[in-house]
């Protein structure tokens, strides 16, 4: 039950050994070793022996079974802590369960590409949100997270299922995008992600 750690250049990989996990999958995901978990009990002391300029990012990969599974999670944890490395703080953390496809490649998307990306799909719907005190914005972030669903994004919103057609309409309509189309979806998930 002992840590084993190694240091290479500026790195330190820690195999932490995690209680024998359940039988049941279930109650397995839920003993899994999670990022803000680990920040949460290790971030006061990491950032007291930190220099006054220092700074320290934490990746941590999904459990393994078996040292087959080691490299695999060493890259995983590599690329969580990239993802913490673009937030802000002296100790900062990333997990596996963060590593969504988008997480893993926007950070390589450089900053004025990403801003005209969001420039041009969202200030028309700024624009217009601030000039009409409209909310489209809010209503094609509830959209994309109702998954496209009309009724459940209707609920969500509080609002009558035409009004929201009506608000999607004229989102399709300012900036001369789709919302049916996966493609146009995704542009726009993306796009809210960046900012």
């Not at 999904?62 to 590599?78: Q, Y």
């Amino acid at each position: 039950d002992r840590i084993a750690v190694a240091h290479t250049g500026d790195e330190a990989v820690a195999l932490v050994p995690l209680p024998a996990l359940p039988e049941d999958e279930g109650e397995a995901k839920a003993t899994g070793l999670k990022a803000d978990a680990l920040l949460a009990a290790v971030q006061e002391p990491l950032a007291r022996g930190l220099a006054d300029d220092g700074r320290l990012t934490l990746g941590v990969s999904a459990a393994v079974h078996s040292a087959e599974g080691l490299r695999g999670a060493l890259e995983e944890a590599r690329h969580a802590r990239r993802v913490a490395a673009a937030r802000p703080g002296p100790v900062c953390a990333a997990g596996h369960e963060e590593l969504a496809s988008h997480v893993l490649l926007l950070p390589f998307v450089p900053d004025d590409v990403r801003r005209a990306f969001t420039a041009r799909l969202l200030d028309p719907l700024r624009d217009y949100d601030r000039r009409h005190r409209a909310e489209l914005i809010p209503t094609l972030e509830a959209f994309l997270d109702s998954d496209g669903s009309w009724t459940r994004c209707a609920g969500r919103l509080h609002l009558h299922v035409n009004t929201l057609r009506y608000r999607v309409g004229r989102i399709e309509q300012l900036t001369g995008r789709d919302l049916s189309r996966l493609e146009d979806k995704l542009d726009f998930f993306l796009a809210l992600r960046m900012t």
